[in-house]
T-cell receptor
């Protein structure tokens, strides 16, 4: 059973546009929601993370929006750049364990 | 560099071979993970170790055998693998405080022939 559902599977955005990736979860015990960015040949690296006590977190061009009641969270990349082309994974974990559940990933291509 | 080092970066092995993947971290983290990443599939959690004790084994076939001799090192021993085991194997580590980020190594690209 997929603990974290992610969409879309792939995304193509024009340079300067907004990229939006969505994730949903079922387990209400989850209380940490990071987003990871992965370039080819590299391991995933933390991009930004949020805890459910806030509805939005912004770091530079990257924003996480969190809707606790809907059990959904999303990543918004403003002013998307070709260098943002990568695979993005959402994840979730619960305070009680060491498990990290990942979404299926979104391949983002930003065209110049 | 994330502080998590995996060796080798690439490995080609026959189905009858025995090989081991190594992961090393000197971040002072207590939790270490093995993930399998196949094309068009989510990151699959294989094993979790916390303070050298295995806390999770997600129904992984016995041809994969993990070993965690200390908090800084994690191994994945491989034997009699199948071609469908070809994938990127990622190691990650995480600190003692809950809900902190996991740091990933660069992965070992495994090809089983």
């Amino acid at each position: 059973q997929q603990q974290v559902k992610q969409s879309p599977q792939s995304l193509i955005v024009q340079k300067g546009g907004i990229s939006i990736i969505n994730c949903a979860y079922e387990n209400t015990a989850f209380d940490y929601f990071p987003w990871y960015q992965q370039f080819p040949g590299k391991g995933p690296a933390l991009l930004i993370a949020i805890r459910p006590d806030v509805s939005e977190k912004k770091e530079g061009r990257f924003t996480i929006s969190f809707n606790k009641s809907a059990k959904q969270f999303s990543l918004h990349i403003m002013d998307s750049q070709p260098g943002d082309s990568a695979t993005y994974f959402c994840a979730a974990s619960a305070n009680t364990g060491n498990q990290f559940y990942f979404g299926t990933g979104t391949s983002l291509t930003v065209i110049p | 560099e994330t502080g998590v080092t995996q060796t080798p970066r690439h490995l080609v092995m026959g189905m009858t071979n025995k090989k081991s993947l190594k992961c090393e971290q000197h971040l002072g983290h207590n939790a270490m993970y093995w993930y399998k990443q196949s094309a068009k599939k989510p990151l699959e959690l294989m094993f979790v170790y916390n303070f050298k004790e295995q806390t999770e084994n997600n129904s992984v076939p016995s041809r994969f055998s993990p070993e965690c001799p200390n908090s800084s090192h994690l191994f994945l021993h491989l034997h009699t693998l199948q071609p469908e085991d070809s994938a990127l194997y990622l190691c990650a580590s995480r600190g003692a405080r809950v809900n902190t980020e996991a740091f990933f190594g660069q992965g070992t690209r495994l090809t089983v022939v």
